[in-house]
């Protein structure tokens, strides 16, 4: 497989609070020092796990510099800028755009429900405001429809800086279609840890992680392992930290990733509502599910 623009394990990244639940900045750049030294191949700032629902722009803004300053280049940088409305997308996106980031993270709109052709509108909208590569994110489970492949082709072969997309539906059929319909140089990534060998073996190119926070070189490995043709080794890899990417999953993420992290002594501080701390119980099961994938790393 030849190197993905964006290479092939993705982290979507954590948002650092502190006590008060204001942005942890000095916190953001230790933990994505983390990532650039366990070798992850870039860092998806300010996602779905990174809280983006209620970190609003400006706070978006002072993490995106901290966290660019302690990346400093030695790893791919990707600014989550998408919202449900296309002209305020327009509008964050021309103020990130001179920050540095290598591309973009555009989600499919929420609570709109928007037919397909306002889906090819909005993101043809997008590309054209910018020069930078942008990487779709399809999730149905949260933006409450779903980006057909039918979309996504005419997408990816429209728009040149269209390059990518975090195809979550779940939908393999859907998924091998697009990789089937695109360009050659699209890359498809799983937006599910537990997806990912799948996904991989429809041909698509790797993952953008939440287990990543906690495991960023395991998951790693997998990866790799499955690009270079290893399956037997990549499915043992990933059989042995499948438990952990379940339970991480058993409430509304990144609730458990958070606790997880707290877990292995790299605390990240909590959640804002409407989002809740994990609960003790749920505490003490990931607790007992790590030791059983341990060693996390």
Do not use: W
Not at 57 to 70: G, N
Not at 176 to 187: E, H, L, M, N, Q
């Amino acid at each position: 497989m030849s190197e993905p623009f964006f290479g092939r394990t993705i982290v979507a990244s954590v948002t650092p609070f502190d006590d008060d639940l204001n942005l942890d900045l000095n916190r953001a750049q230790e933990l994505a020092n983390r990532f650039v030294e366990a070798g992850i191949d870039a860092i998806a700032v300010c996602p779905t796990t990174g809280e983006c629902p209620t970190v609003f722009y400006d706070d978006k803004i002072k993490l995106f510099e901290a966290v660019l300053e302690a990346v400093d280049g030695r790893c791919k940088t990707i600014a989550y800028v998408g919202d449900n409305c296309t002209q305020d997308t327009i509008d964050f996106e021309k103020k990130v755009n001179p920050m540095g980031f290598d591309g973009y993270l555009c989600v499919v709109p929420y609570y709109n429900k928007p037919p397909q052709e306002g889906l090819y509108r909005h993101f043809g909208s997008i590309a054209q405001a910018t020069d930078k590569p942008i990487m779709l994110y399809n999730i149905p489970g949260r933006s409450v429809i779903n980006m057909t492949a039918e979309t996504t082709i005419r997408l990816a072969t429209d728009y040149d800086n269209i390059i990518a997309i975090k195809e979550a539906s779940g939908k393999m059929d859907q998924i091998a279609a697009i990789v089937k319909g695109t360009p050659d140089d699209f890359s498809v990534y799983s937006g599910d840890d537990q997806a990912t060998l799948e996904i991989m073996g429809l041909g698509g190119v790797g993952v953008v992680s939440t287990i990543a926070n906690v495991a960023p070189r395991r998951m790693k490995e997998i990866v790799e392992l499955e690009a270079a043709g290893k399956h037997e080794e990549a499915l043992k890899a990933n059989e042995a930290l499948l438990p952990l990417m379940d339970e991480l999953f058993i409430t509304s993420n990144p609730i458990m990733v958070k606790e997880a992290l707290k877990l292995v002594g790299f605390p990240v501080g909590g959640l804002r509502l409407p989002l809740i701390p994990a609960t003790s119980e749920q505490s003490a099961e990931l607790a007992e599910v790590m030791r059983q994938c341990a060693p996390i790393h």
